[in-house]
């Protein structure tokens, strides 16, 4: 997921296109406002910055980020191209500095660069109500499948009972049949190693629960 911050709406437009051409899943504000107004329940990749922007400046939001997500990407956008702008923005924590005007291409070269060194797990994605895979690979999910999947990312690898997943799943306990519960996680692990063939990351701990293997991100 990339964060895009731009207050000068055709270019806006024109990145928010560019990127989602290429693949990437995007973001597009005008201010700090307006993003983490909209980006709230998310959880970025990497967030292009406009320096300039209407209600801060782009340095110390790039400077806030890196504070609050350490791992974050910031590619920084701006006019200003001096060398002491550049040791600034990077000292402020962005990653990359670009001067406008810039080819889209460039752009798109320096996310997929910066993208390679970050690292990236599983992610549960709200709105949509799938999850994402560490290659970027969609699986659609049902509302149960995802109740299940966002307990057990809630948990951090602790084990989530019988009762607690059933009764989350909106199931009655007392009149709860367990095979329900394993049929489902069966045939979502059958799904998930069909459409990306990895295995999905959660264990059957017998007579317990169940326990997410590996960090699943909620956005």
């Given amino acids: ?23 990437h899943r995007v973001v597009a504000a005008d201010s700090v406002a307006a993003f983490l107004a909209a980006g709230a329940d998310l959880r970025f990749d990497l967030v292009v910055l406009d320096r300039g ?6 340095l110390e939001v790039a400077e806030r980020l890196r504070r609050a997500w350490p791992q974050i990407g910031i590619i920084m956008l701006t006019a200003r191209g001096a060398s002491q702008d550049r040791v600034h923005g990077l000292e ?8 406008k005007p810039l080819h889209l291409s460039e752009l798109g070269a320096h996310v997929a660069a910066l993208l390679r060194r970050i690292p990236r797990g599983w992610r549960l994605h709200s709105r949509e109500s799938c999850l994402y895979t560490p290659d970027d690979v969609r699986l659609d999910l049902s509302g149960r499948e995802f109740a299940l999947l966002r307990l057990l990312a809630e948990r951090q690898g602790e084990v989530a009972g019988r009762r607690e997943v059933a009764e989350a799943l909106g199931w009655e306990w007392m009149a709860f049949d367990q095979r329900r519960l394993d049929t489902m996680i069966s045939r979502l692990r059958r799904r998930c190693r069909d459409l ?21 991100g909620v956005e």
């Fill in 1 to 23: 997921m990339i964060g895009l911050l731009e207050d000068e709406p055709d270019l806006r437009e024109e990145l928010q296109a560019y990127l989602v051409a290429i693949g």
């Fill in 53 to 58: 922007l209407p209600d801060a400046d782009g």
């Fill in 92 to 99: 402020k924590g962005a990653d990359h500095y670009l001067v």
């Fill in 196 to 216: 990306c063939g990895l295995e999905l990351p959660i264990r059957t701990e017998h007579a317990r629960g169940y326990h997410a293997t590996e960090t699943i």
